[in-house]
């Protein structure tokens, strides 16, 4: 029996994709059993390195979402339209679906998966978080049975090289980022990876499979790499901390789980944590839960090779389930949330920071910053007079784990000194 499949897209994904299927030897042997039967594109000129007949190309993405030979469609196009409605008009004519596109499913999830339940098909989407890295069954199926606590990633490989380059080689980001996109390793128009978007995408999806109820995009605080300086690299670095973005989904401590902490901004991590190695274009996931205790999947985010490799994962998967010819959604593979979950809100955030201030080198600046954290219950860890720039003092300051609406307040109450020049940089600490 053959499943005939058709593909949205061939480009970087799509082509590793192709590359798989038509070189099944020594791979799985249901892989044979996979037949391309359409490959839409937007230029039918554009030169291809597959070995696909040109004749299964085409520009009219309708007619492979509505054929009914077809059974499973590949969306590979990326951005929301005309992805989101192809996906829909797929599930409408009772297609299966993989996807790699984490901005649609993190924005348009409840749509999808309502109308995939609805229609009794698939969603399947490994390829969107984490590239080649297996996290999505994991958390589906594996670790299903655990108490979920937090899920940390390093989810952009963009940002993880650009800060590890930075790290490595003491240089700004303005210049590694230029860099960067002379590689090939950052796009363009680099904001939705530098400023923590695509990464909010994708903990949104894993929250979502970690803690059993949708989640609202909007609901994750996002902030990006753009702020963090060479100087507060070498500072943490003194510190004991590597700077890294992480997006982190956990659920608030000491209370009920239904309340959500849902966060990427650039943090310092422990040098002697796992995520502190994880350099360059790699990405990795923690997941923390009872009785699992800490599991961490590590490998490459992004690249057409591992990519493809997560997207033709999840067709073997549908590909077996046709097979046995499942008369009913197999639940551990398919969409049960019903609510959203409920996410704490920016000021009742909990975690530890570290702060810059320029001050002016009076006698008492110390004290004044110890007695206004003090006055907003922000207990400091660390404070320590790290340099001086021109008339300058810089101290450092490492707090405990604070609310970060009382953190704010310290800051607002420390800036009316005059000793105080400038707070040039805040940053999170992992804890
Ligand atoms: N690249 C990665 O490493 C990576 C990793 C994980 C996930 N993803 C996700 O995978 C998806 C695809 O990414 P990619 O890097 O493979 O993208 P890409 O290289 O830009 O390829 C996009 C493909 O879609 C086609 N396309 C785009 N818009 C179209 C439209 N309106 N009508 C018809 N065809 C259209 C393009 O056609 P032409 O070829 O004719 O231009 C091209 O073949 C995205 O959702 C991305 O976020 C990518």
């Known amino acids: 029996v053959a499943y005939k499949i058709g593909i949205l897209g061939l480009g970087t994904v799509g082509t590793g994709t192709v590359e798989i299927l038509l ?10 059993e996979i037949q391309i039967a359409g490959v839409g594109v937007k230029s039918l000129d554009k030169p291809r390195t597959t070995k696909l007949p040109k004749t299964l190309l085409t520009t009219d993405l ?4 509505t054929d009914p030979e077809i059974a499973i469609v590949v969306e590979l196009l990326g951005g929301l339209e005309p992805s989101r409605s192809l996906i829909l008009q797929a599930i409408q004519h009772g297609k299966h679906i993989v996807t790699a596109n984490k901005a649609v499913i993190a924005r348009y999830g409840e749509e999808i998966f309502t109308a995939a339940n609805k229609a009794g098909v698939y969603v399947l989407i490994e ?12 958390l589906k199926q594996s670790l299903g049975v655990n108490r979920i606590h937090r899920v940390t990633g390093i989810i952009n490989g963009t940002t993880n090289y650009i800060l590890s380059q930075m790290t490595e ?3 700004d980001f303005a210049d590694v980022l230029a860099k960067a996109q002379e ?11 530098v400023d923590g978007w ?8 894993l929250a979502s499979l970690a803690f059993g109820g949708r989640v609202k995009r909007e609901d994750v605080y996002a902030e990006g790499i753009r702020n963090v300086s060479a100087v507060d690299i070498d500072y943490a670095d003194r510190l004991g901390f590597i700077i890294k973005l992480l997006a982190i989904a956990q659920t608030t401590t000491g209370e009920t789980r239904d309340k959500l902490q849902l966060r990427v901004h650039p943090t310092l991590v422990p040098k002697s944590h796992p995520l502190a190695s994880v350099n360059d274009v790699y990405n990795a996931i923690l997941v923390e839960g009872d009785p699992i205790g800490q599991v ?10 591992p990519t493809a490799s997560a997207v033709v994962s999840d067709l073997l998967n549908i590909v077996a389930l046709l097979a046995t010819n499942g008369s009913s959604l197999d639940p551990l593979l398919s969409c049960s949330h019903h609510g959203y979950c409920s996410v704490s809100a920016i000021e009742d955030l909990v975690s530890r920071f570290y702060v ?13 910053l110890g007695t206004c954290f003090g006055n907003h219950h922000v207990s400091l860890e660390s404070i320590v007079q790290i340099g001086l720039q021109h008339d300058s003092a810089e101290i450092v300051v490492v707090t405990h784990d604070v609310r970060e609406g009382n953190f704010r307040q310290a800051l607002t109450e420390i800036q009316s000194s005059a000793a105080i020049k400038s707070i040039p940089s805040i940053l999170r600490v992992f804890s």
């Not at 070189?23 to 044979?32: A, F, L, N, Y």
């Not at 590689?183 to 990876?193: I, K, M, Q, R, S």
């Not at 695509?198 to 999806?205: E, F, G, H, L, P």
């Open 356 to 368: 810059r201030f320029l001050c002016a080198d009076l006698p008492g600046v110390i004290g004044h």
């Open 62 to 65: 309708e007619t492979i979402v």
């Open 169 to 171: 080689k003491g240089a």
């Open 198 to 205: 695509d990464a909010a995408d994708k903990i949104a999806i």
């Open 127 to 138: 390829a969107a978080v984490g590239g080649g890295i297996p996290i999505i069954k994991p």
């Open 296 to 305: 961490m999947f590590f490998g490459r985010g992004a690249g057409a090779g």
């Open 183 to 193: 590689l090939g390793y950052a796009e363009a128009d680099p904001t939705a990876d």
């Open 23 to 32: 070189d099944p030897v020594d791979r799985h042997p249901s892989i044979g």
